[in-house]
């Protein structure tokens, strides 16, 4: 008999150990009830739409960049204005040196040509002067011996 009242008295202490645990699951339970989420399909859409929303907006932004970028790639020149400009000026400079220089040439090329005809023409009136004058001739030829 002793060992029946242990045996109850064992199973007591269980059935009061296995009610206590009971009892804790039932309060773990609701909590986890409290504090579970409902999964749903309207917050996976919502979630999902705003970051759809978002990337659309982001994509967007780089697609507008990319335009802007492409615009001004199309607008891009080689040379800057000012370097344009600079080089007019340049060639405008350059072309009026070399009209002057062409024109200072040309004009030196007819003055040595007249002095040209000059001197011919003086040297024919001295030769026509001498041919009129030979005693004045020999006289002339006569100081160039002596002179040389």
């Known amino acids: 008999m002793k060992k029946l009242d242990e045996i109850m008295e064992l199973m007591t202490d269980e059935m009061t150990d296995f009610k206590l645990a009971i009892l804790k699951l039932q309060e773990l339970s609701r909590e986890i009830e409290k504090m579970s989420i409902p999964i749903s399909t309207e917050?996976?859409?919502k979630n999902l739409n705003a970051f759809l929303e978002k990337q659309e907006k982001n994509d967007q932004l780089?697609?507008?960049i990319l335009k802007n970028i492409d615009?001004?790639?199309k607008n891009?020149?080689?040379?800057p204005n000012?370097?344009?400009?600079?080089?007019?000026?340049?060639?405008?400079?350059?072309l009026g040196l070399l009209g002057y220089f062409k024109s200072s040439a040309t004009k030196a090329a007819e003055e040595k040509f007249e002095m040209y005809q000059?001197?011919?023409?003086?040297s024919e009136l001295f030769e026509n002067y001498l041919l009129e004058n030979p005693e004045i001739k020999n006289g002339y030829y006569q100081w160039l011996e002596e002179n040389k």
């Open 43 to 45: 917050a996976l859409d």
């Open 62 to 64: 780089k697609d507008d």
């Open 71 to 73: 615009q001004k790639l």
């Open 76 to 79: 891009a020149r080689l040379m």
């Open 82 to 94: 000012y370097m344009l400009l600079l080089f007019g000026i340049f060639g405008i400079l350059m």
């Open 118 to 122: 000059m001197m011919n023409s003086e």
